[in-house]
Every structure is written in structure tokens, then in C-alpha cells.
């Protein structure tokens, strides 16, 4: 058995304390090859999480098969839903009982990208409930969260071993994961954004309806962190949910 050696650990930990780190400044973040243990890029970034309320319940329920399905079945479609071309998109992946996405968002136009994204989703939800149901099986509750920020993107791992990430340092990643826990809890709809989100997709919103867009919305003053104002709203694709109320 291999045992840990805590002297090294120790000048390990302090030459990588002590190392200079570059920092750049970018419009969209490079490819992973440009990441080195030594360097770091800050970007203007947007995540999107979807977080399953009661999930205990449903990982717990006695028909594991069922579950199984339920759940492959979900998030499969999130992904797709999610997913985009490598120059927008930059990480998507699973996390417990919360699917996932990361973009490129250096304008509002990219941001709307995000949002629009979120009202798809929404209406999945909505559209795989229904399915459920019909199956008579309980429908899914969940949260969708979405921020946007410029943040840090940094490698981690173990220099000299294939073991090493993207770790996200700031805000978009971490107001995405907890607004995704307030949607549909309590008086909330599904959805909930982040101001800086909100601002930067809105005007693009009101662009593509002929009504006020921003009654939509429901301002929440967040005395529970430092996320400030956030924006809960139950929108959804108005033809795609037209398509389940006829086919579903």
C-alpha cells in the first residue's frame, strides 16, 4: 500500500503558495491546452444548474428500476437541452442530483443564449411531468439556477499525474448551484437568475415579445447571502407548450 509522505506534502503545499501565478484577462476562454499549473484566466462566464428537490426520496424509492429510469430519462434530455457547440459551451456535466452547464458569455446576446435555455428547460420539466403522470409515477420538482460573472478559471489536480480539472473561482458557478436550490421551493417558481444575469438578458428578451417582458418576473431581495436582488419567473416555450397540452 502506498503511504502518503506528509514532509513532502508540507513543501508541496508552500511552493505552490509561494509560486507567482499569470493571470489574463480574456474575451472567451482559451482551449484546455493553454491551462498550465501556473497560469489562470479571467472571463465573463454564465452556468445554468438544475437541482432535484426531495431527491432522497426519489434515490431511496423501493423500485430502483423505475428510479433508474426516471432519472437516466431526465437527465439525459437536460443534457440535450444544455448542450451547445464547444465555442459557447465550456463544461456540462452531473453533480449528485444537479445537471449542469458552463458558457462563454462575453456579450448579452450569449447571455440570452443562457436564458432561453432556461425557459426550454423549464417546459421539458413540464412536458416529462406530464409523461410521468400519465404513467401514473409521482412528477420530478426542480430548481433551475442561472448567474453570470467574470471569473477566474484555474487548473487543479496533481502536477505530473493525468489527474486534473477546471475549477471555476467567483460567482456564476456557485449563485447558479444555490439560486437552483430556491427554485420551486415554498412560493418559487422553477426559475430563478441572478441580477447580473437578469440585466444582461432582458433587453434582448423584450426584443423577441410584444409584451412587457419584466412583468414576468418577480424581484426577491436575498437576506440569506450576498447575492442581493435575484428574479424568479415561471416562463415557458409558448409552441413547445402548446405541443404538450395537444400531444402529451
Wanted: with cysteine; hydrophobic share 35%; glycine share 6%.
Amino acid at each position: 500500500m502506498s503511504e502518503y509522505d506528509y514532509m513532502q506534502g508540507k513543501n508541496r503545499v508552500e511552493s505552490i503558495l509561494d509560486n507567482y501565478m499569470r493571470i489574463e484577462e480574456k474575451e472567451k476562454l482559451p482551449s484546455d491546452g493553454n491551462f498550465t499549473f501556473e497560469n489562470g484566466y479571467r472571463t465573463w462566464l454564465t452556468s445554468i444548474f438544475i437541482d432535484i428537490r426531495d431527491s432522497s426520496v426519489l434515490f431511496t424509492s423501493e423500485n430502483q428500476e423505475e428510479t433508474a429510469k426516471i432519472i437516466r430519462a431526465f437527465v439525459s434530455e437536460l443534457i440535450e437541452i444544455l448542450r451547445d457547440d464547444d465555442d459557447f459551451m465550456l463544461e456540462i456535466g452531473i453533480r449528485g442530483d444537479c445537471v449542469y452547464a458552463i458558457y462563454n458569455t462575453p456579450t448579452q446576446r450569449d447571455v440570452y443564449k443562457c436564458a432561453d435555455k432556461t425557459f426550454y428547460a423549464n417546459t421539458f420539466i413540464n412536458m416529462f411531468n406530464k409523461i410521468l403522470i400519465n404513467r401514473r409515477i409521482n412528477p420530478i420538482r426542480a430548481g433551475i439556477g442561472m448567474s453570470t460573472g467574470k471569473d477566474l478559471v484555474i487548473k487543479t489536480g496533481r502536477k505530473g499525474v493525468r489527474i486534473n480539472e477546471k475549477v471555476w473561482v467567483g460567482k456564476a458557478v456557485t449563485e447558479a448551484s444555490n439560486l437552483s436550490s430556491l427554485g420551486d421551493k415554498g412560493e418559487y417558481s422553477r426559475l430563478m437568475y441572478s441580477s447580473l444575469s437578469y440585466d444582461n438578458f432582458i433587453d434582448k428578451l423584450q426584443e423577441v415579445s410584444k409584451d412587457n417582458v419584466r412583468l414576468w418576473f418577480h424581484s426577491i431581495r436575498d437576506s440569506m447571502s450576498d447575492m442581493g436582488t435575484i428574479y424568479n419567473s415561471d416562463i415557458l416555450k409558448k409552441d413547445f407548450n402548446k405541443w404538450i397540452d395537444a400531444n402529451v
